[in-house]
T-cell receptor, first 111, second 116 residues
Framework: GENVEQHPSTLSVQEGDSAVIKCTYS??????FPWYKQELGKGPQLIID?????GEKKDQRIAVTLNKTAKHFSLHITETQPEDSAVYFC??????????FGKGTTLSVSS | GAVVSQHPSWVICKSGTSVKIECRSL??????MFWYRQFPKQSLMLMAT?????????EQGVEKDKFLINHASLTLSTLTVTSAHPEDSSFYIC????????????FGNGTRLTVT
């Protein structure tokens, strides 16, 4: 089955800096890679996703890159703000199947 | 759009009792819903896949007789924790996918279960 590794487990940045979180996956059949933000006591919220036919996707300050050959994908957050502080999860799946999550990254943005 | 409502948001129950958690897709039909469990400061672990009108598929190590899942309609799935024990205390989160299979998963806000 699919296995998703996520690094780093914690990340501290200064407000305005960029943050990068990296994930690798094991199943070459996976073709869908979303990123979720989870705040304390809440369910995960989808922030961006990418499919295997695309190498990069951007939405304002957030971008995701995918390298299918190396089986890794990354989340990039630019101009970080204190409200970006949360736990971020990457995930991987094939269309229509359950998401398999990484272990999460706790991002702390200090002002 | 794509709102998933989960109820209750938190529940405290005594050992030996059963607790039912509801997951509803409010503005779309979901042929498939997924139930996850999350321990403090850990990732989401898939418990089972719930398909409307058929039996749920459970992940290895998840007791189907303890965690009863019912997906009676295209907008509602329920998870019942039977004969709850303190070790069942956890954050249970459902997710739903719009019919079609290629849509993003949307999550409910979770249910914090505490068994005393």
């Amino acid at each position: 089955g699919e296995n998703v590794e996520q690094h780093p487990s914690t990340l501290s940045v200064q407000e305005g800096d960029s943050a990068v979180i990296k994930c690798t996956y094991s199943d070459s059949a996976s073709n869908y890679f979303p990123w979720y933000k989870q705040e304390l006591g809440k369910g995960p919220q989808l922030i961006i996703d990418i499919r295997s036919n695309v190498g990069e996707k951007k939405d304002q300050r957030i971008a995701v890159t995918l390298n299918k050959t190396a089986k890794h994908f990354s989340l990039h957050i630019t101009e970080t703000q204190p409200e970006d502080s949360a736990v971020y999860f990457c995930a991987a799946s094939q269309a229509g199947t359950a998401l398999i999550f990484g272990k999460g990254t706790t991002l702390s943005v200090s002002s | 759009g794509a709102v998933v409502s989960q109820h209750p948001s938190w529940v405290i129950c005594k050992s030996g009792t059963s607790v039912k958690i509801e997951c509803r897709s409010l503005d779309f039909q979901a042929t498939t819903m997924f139930w996850y469990r999350q321990f403090p400061k850990q990732s989401l672990m898939l418990m089972a896949t719930s398909n409307e009108g058929s039996k749920a598929t459970y992940e290895q190590g998840v007791e189907k007789d303890k965690f009863l899942i019912n997906h009676a309609s295209l907008t509602l799935s329920t998870l019942t924790v039977t004969s709850a024990h303190p070790e069942d205390s956890s954050f249970y989160i459902c997710s739903a996918q719009r019919a079609g299979g290629n849509s993003p998963l949307h999550f409910g806000n979770g249910t914090r279960l505490t068994v005393t």
